[in-house]
């Protein structure tokens, strides 16, 4: 056995996660992996199957819809789903309850909270700032937004965020993980600078909810979105959130009002009023299928911690950066993800030459990570159920196809 595998062998044996991976199911693999087990490093695109889901959806399917049919909404508690799995969400993002609702894709949560932010100050601010480098559909709401708005877009790194910040800047997009690089931002530093400006600020916590502390309340975000099915596990399309902080909700002036963010949803009244708290920021009828999948998926958090979850994300991509160095010949990849662990994520970002033809080699061998273009390999660190393991054989095999 190499040292470093003999190393992974410690590192799990250490591991006081070990046992959530139980939790999820991980012991199928693609049809084409040339391995029995394979090793899932993409959690940061579409998080594994947590193993109570299947049951709990047939249950919603045949008991709650089947047979309660209409009488659900109240009795099987779907009415109220969206702000109870937003509290559910709440201690991960580090949000006391009543702050968080669930419902729309991370899109339409930007669109909600750019406008609603925009709205809540003054009409002489009239520029919008967003991360140039951002995921592309936050560019283009932002630009959406900025034009209904009457506002100007301007699109700065988060670097150049402090710099660019001043008495006409009405709202702030960022991210609090860069979805390519893997980069972490200093949401306390740039929120802080933000307020000071006089300015909301808008996070997207996509790459960061579930792999890391967030502290919302902590650092005094105004709004923030985030998408479930990366590091939350709660499955393909599943619902985002919308996080409004408390204080902010009676200004929040939603673009999307709907009948459910309504005071008196059933009171069918013609004018708008709305409802109070994280509610105002439902829209429509919520998509209960995938809502109550992710209510399950949560559900494998039950005693496990943020914070462990960020030493073993640190643990996992340092001993990743480690073999990588050790197995891969010298200038075959680059690391694009800072070394610095407060800079850092919970994904590797390698650029490689030919880094789509090297992803498709990696998957047929039963590594699954990702290709994003035009030259990076993104591997996705997932402390629930990637383990030490799983990292040295990942990487002895990039440097097998690297050979
Ligand atoms: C940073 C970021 N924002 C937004 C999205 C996607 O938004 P939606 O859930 O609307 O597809 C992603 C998807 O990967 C993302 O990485």
């Known amino acids: 056995m190499s040292e470093l595998a003999a190393k992974a062998g410690a590192l799990d044996a250490a591991d006081e996660l070990a046992g959530v991976r139980k939790r999820f199911v991980l012991d199928t693999v693609s049809d084409h992996a040339a391995d029995a087990a394979g090793v899932y490093l993409d959690g940061n695109s579409l998080g594994a199957l947590p193993a109570n889901v ?15 049919r209409i009488r659900s909404w109240d009795e099987s508690g779907w009415w ?13 993002v580090g949000a006391a309850p009543g702050q968080i609702v669930v419902g729309d894709s991370t899109s339409v949560n930007v669109f909600k909270a750019l406008v609603a932010a925009v709205r809540m100050v003054g009409d002489d601010r009239d520029e919008i ?12 709401i932002a630009e959406s937004a900025a034009r209904m708005t009457g506002r100007t877009l301007r699109p700065v790194t988060p670097g150049e965020v402090p710099g660019a910040l001043g008495d006409r800047t009405a709202a702030v997009l960022l991210n609090h993980v860069d979805y390519r690089t893997g980069r972490l931002y200093d949401l306390p530093s740039l929120t802080a600078a933000v307020h000071a400006a006089g300015a909301i600020a808008v996070w997207d916590l996509c790459h960061s909810a579930g792999a890391l502390p967030v502290g919302l309340d902590e650092h005094g975000v105004d709004l923030a979105v985030g998408c479930t099915y990366k590091y939350l596990n709660g499955g393909p399309g599943s619902p985002a959130y919308l996080y409004v902080r408390s204080d902010l909700q009676d200004r929040f002036d939603s673009p999307l009002p709907g009948w459910n963010s309504h005071a008196e949803p059933f009171g069918m009244r013609s004018d708008f009023e709305p409802a109070s708290g994280a509610l105002r920021g439902r829209v429509g009828t919520p998509d209960i299928l995938s809502m ?6 949560l559900e494998v958090w039950d005693g496990v911690s943020i914070e462990a979850v960020r030493a073993k994300s640190l643990a996992l991509t340092d001993f990743f950066l480690e073999c990588v160095a050790a197995y891969v010949g010298e200038g075959r990849v680059e690391s694009v993800t800072p070394a610095v662990h407060a800079e850092r994520g919970s994904q590797v970002a390698l650029r490689c030459e030919d880094a789509g033809d090297v992803m498709k080699a990696l998957i047929e061998r039963g590594v699954v990570g990702d290709f994003r273009h035009p030259d990076v390999l993104r591997f996705g660190f997932t402390p629930l159920y990637v383990g030490f393991a799983d990292v040295e054989r990942a990487a002895r095999v990039l440097a097998e196809v690297l050979r």
């Open 129 to 140: 700032l967003v991360d140039a480098t951002t995921f592309p559909t936050d560019g283009y």
């Open 292 to 297: 109550l999948a992710l209510e399950a998926a």
């Open 80 to 92: 109220t789903a969206p702000e109870r799995i937003g509290d559910r969400i709440a201690p991960l």
């Open 54 to 68: 299947p049951e709990r959806v047939e249950d919603v399917v045949r008991r709650q819809w089947g047979e309660l």
